[in-house]
């Protein structure tokens, strides 16, 4: 988890509303991950970020999921609107230059839609 | 679509005893790697393989790749009781670095 913070760690939400999370790198890395966690289950990849740049989308459900990557560090990703389904785990990866294929992981934001 | 399955889905063990994991996978790989997650927690890079090497050591564990039977195993020796989490694989394929993770295993090691 070391370099990776996020926020908020928990949030609870009733379906229907909106909700965002924030993935803060302590410094820059090229390469960012989104990941959805479901109880039970392994990560699954929503978007790959290549600094400013989106890399892969394809398990992103655009019609209500979002993300956008603020000057090749920050990130955010939003839910509107959220379904009961969407309760999970929302992990923020990084790549390191010198090390590529190994992701390091933040702590991950706990969703509970009610 | 997820690339790994881990099995067993949960292995509970005496602290001191080995603990063995298995992985099987379904297309072609670049590498495959190991994670840990402790309860709540985010990932913990483990060890990576490379689809070339067929063993690797790092500390108290070994990883082993069969590309032909599309299988890895992960043995974690002398296990602790800080070894109680969940274990994933995952794999890289093609020209894209994305990480395609298995289900886990859940591993308790009992003092």
């Known amino acids: 988890e070391a370099g990776v913070a996020q926020s908020p760690r928990y949030k609870i939400i009733e379906k229907r509303q909106s909700v965002a999370f924030w993935c803060n790198p302590i410094s820059g890395h090229a390469t960012l991950y989104w990941y959805q966690q479901i109880l039970g289950q392994g990560p699954k990849l929503l978007i790959q970020f290549q600094n400013n740049g989106v890399v892969d989308d394809s398990q992103l459900p655009k019609d209500r999921f979002s993300a956008e990557r603020l000057k090749g560090v920050d990130s955010t990703l939003k839910i509107q609107p959220a379904k009961l389904e969407d309760s999970a785990v929302y992990l923020c990866a990084i790549e390191l230059a010198g090390a590529i294929d190994t992701q390091y992981f933040g702590p991950g934001t706990r969703l509970t839609v009610l | 679509s997820q690339q790994g399955e881990e099995d067993p889905q949960a292995l509970s063990i005496q602290e001191g005893e080995n603990a063995t994991m298995n992985c099987s996978y379904k297309t072609s790989i670049n590498n495959l790697q190991w994670y840990r997650q402790n309860s709540g927690r985010g990932l913990v890079h483990l060890i990576l393989?490379?689809?070339?090497?067929r063993e690797k050591h790092s500390g108290r564990l070994r990883v082993t790749l069969d590309t032909s039977k599309k299988s890895s195993s992960l043995l974690i020796t002398a296990s602790r009781a800080a070894d109680t989490a969940s274990y994933f694989c995952?794999?890289?394929?093609?020209?894209?670095?994305?990480?395609?993770f298995g289900s886990g295993t859940q591993l308790t090691v009992l003092p």
């Open positions: 995952a794999a890289t394929s093609g020209s894209a670095r994305q990480l395609t």
């Open positions: 393989i490379r689809s070339n090497e």
